[in-house]
């Protein structure tokens, strides 16, 4: 059972231009809502987070919106660089107490290519 | 300065045969984790350690076993070695904590290689 959907699995787009990643998720008792930036080669790491009592939140470039009602989350990446291209994991865990507060789900990626 | 740092990057063996990967990590984190990466580039954890004690085992098979001889090392230890536990196995940890939002810290991975 995947917890987590993420698409596309992957995406080209030109410099400047405004990528669109998209995730739905199934647990409603979900609470926080990262999302991963990895690099070939490297470990992913975090880029933006976001929890469900708000709808958007933006950090430089990048801007996570939510929607609740719909289990649905997505990362916008405005004015899009080249040094963007890698690949974006979407994710989501449970806060709080207990066991669940130890992992994270994540969805399968998305391979973002971004030509000069 | 390496926060989470995982040896060996590389490792090739042959099927059967017994390895291990080390992990350290240098932020005072309570929480340690194992996560698996396949050909697929699909992140799935397998477990995950707080405080020394086995908090999740996500089905991992038997011939997995972690060992956290403290909160700041999470070793694995694969006995076996099948073709299909080739993969990149990433070390990662975090702050304990309701609210710490599970901000998680991947080491760069140990990419293995079973033939």
Redesign the interface.
């Known amino acids: 059972q995947q917890q987590v959907k993420q698409s596309p699995q992957s995406l080209i787009v030109q410099k400047g231009g405004i990528p669109i990643i998209n995730c739905a998720y199934e647990n409603t008792a979900f609470d926080?809502f990262?999302w991963y930036q990895?690099f070939p080669?490297?470990?992913?790491?975090?880029l933006i987070?976001i929890?469900p009592d708000v709808s958007e939140k933006k950090e430089g470039r990048f801007t996570i919106s939510f929607n609740k009602s719909a289990k649905q989350f997505s990362l916008h990446i405005m004015d899009s660089q080249p040094g963007d291209s890698a690949?974006y994991?979407c994710a989501a865990?449970i806060?709080?107490?207990g066991?669940s507060?130890?992992?994270?789900?994540?969805g399968?990626?998305t391979?973002l290519t971004v030509n000069p | 300065d390496t926060a989470v740092s995982q040896t060996p990057k590389y490792l090739v063996t042959q099927m059967g045969n017994d390895k291990s990967i080390k992990c350290e990590q240098n932020l005072g984190h309570d929480t340690m984790y194992w996560y698996k990466q396949d050909s697929k580039k699909f992140l799935k954890i397998m477990f995950s350690y707080n405080n020394k004690e086995l908090i999740i085992n996500e089905t991992v098979p038997n011939r997995f076993s972690p060992k956290s001889p403290d909160k700041a090392h999470l070793n694995l230890h694969i006995n076996s070695l099948e073709l299909g536990d080739s993969a990149v196995y990433f070390c990662a940890s975090s702050p304990l904590g309701p609210l710490s939002g599970n901000t998680i810290y991947f080491g760069e991975g140990s990419w293995l290689t079973v033939v």
């Open positions: 926080y990262p990895q080669g490297k470990g992913p790491a975090l987070a929890r690949t994991f865990s806060t709080g107490s066991g507060n130890y992992k994270l789900t994540f399968k990626g391979l």
